[in-house]
């Protein structure tokens, strides 16, 4: 494996964890909404799922985003009678996102991107080092 390469997989990580980011981001902004009438569901929490795929190209494994799916956890259930979107009962469809869960999620992927980021700055200084020594 070269340089070239690691920096490849290094973009490729870099890539999938925004991807994740962007999609936790999503979650949070959604927390707490409800559903809009009685029969509908409200937002439903997106989750990330990863996959290695070879880049027949170069011979390597590279992570990629293999689908952004939903949970099928239930939903949570305030009440709350006034509002338009509550049952017979007073209760009201919330949101399944849980805000600490999301939180760990988006400090996970942020990890991973720096990791990813810290492997990119040091084979770039490498390489540039590699051309001045044969300067």
Avoid at 42 to 50: I, L
Avoid at 51 to 58: F, G, H, Q, T, Y
Wanted: net charge negative.
């Amino acid at each position: 494996m070269d340089l070239k390469d690691t920096l490849q997989i290094s973009a490729m990580g870099m890539k999938a964890q925004g991807t994740r980011l962007r999609v936790v981001a999503e979650n949070l902004a959604n927390a707490g909404t409800t559903a809009t009438s009685p029969t509908e569901d409200p937002y439903r929490r997106k989750t990330v799922s990863f996959k290695n795929e070879l880049d027949r190209a170069s011979g390597i494994e590279l992570v990629k985003v293999d689908e952004i799916g939903q949970d099928k956890s239930d939903f949570q259930t305030k009440y709350d009678p006034g509002n338009p979107a509550a049952d017979a009962n007073g209760y009201v469809k919330v949101a399944n996102v849980n805000s600490l869960v999301e939180v760990m999620d988006m400090h996970e992927a942020q990890n991973a991107y720096e990791a990813n980021l810290g492997v990119t700055e040091i084979s770039k200084s490498m390489m540039l080092q590699t051309i001045a020594l044969l300067k």
